[in-house]
DNA sequence: ACTTCGATGATCAAGAACGATATCGCCTTG
DNA sequence: CAAGGCGATATCGTTCTTGATCATCGAAGT
């Protein structure tokens, strides 16, 4: 799925057209990444939460040449999903 | 932040009300959890994407009582920060 | 539809996260 | 506003994931 497709839900549940449902989709998009700019936590119910944490990880590897790397550390996203898509999940696929 | 906070987003910049802003904000992630249940990837440029990955991990730890617990594979969603995301997180936080 | 630019994948090592359950906080809803 | 339910946290072991770089595929825009 791409930001199309999500375009296309937003479509069908509304009168929009395209245009105006793809900006609202960029929207939301940027609403999140703004606060997760912020280091802002995301929590929706029933979906997931987004987390920015600080990552210690300090080593990597350069292919070319097969050796360890030093790597500055940094923030990262940590997603976890809520129990409505955990259960979701948890179902065979084609529920 | 919260859905709410989103629904405010979505509210400024258009001229929907509360209610139909959230309804909108509520389009998007239902979308996005069809799609992860159907186990479908979902990669939207610049903000970062999903993917649905089998887990193997199948050890736990039962704090009460201290020991072992057996647990289920099943499904976990990763999701990964795209360019964009990554390099606003790299930024001090005020930029 | 085509072009462009971004995202994915692979690798190796070290660090990190996940997993369940109980409790508390807090989001969500009437 | 108050109540209800969901989400977060902690524990400890095991597994997985990240991390950079290059090429290729694919998403996004014209």
Redesign the interface.
Known sequence: ???N??AL??EK??DFNRAKAM???E??????????????????????S?K?VAKKTGFGRDIRRQKQIRIEK??R???R?GQ??KT????P?S?
Not at 28 to 48: C, W
Not at 88 to 91: A, C, D, F, T
């Open positions: 799925m791409i930001k497709d999500i839900a937003i549940k509304t900006s609202i989709v929207a939301v998009l940027e609403s999140l990444k703004t606060a997760l700019t912020g280091r802002e936590k995301v929590e929706i119910r029933g979906f997931g987004f920015v940094g923030q996203i940590k997603f999903p409505e898509l979701l999940l948890s179902k696929k529920a």
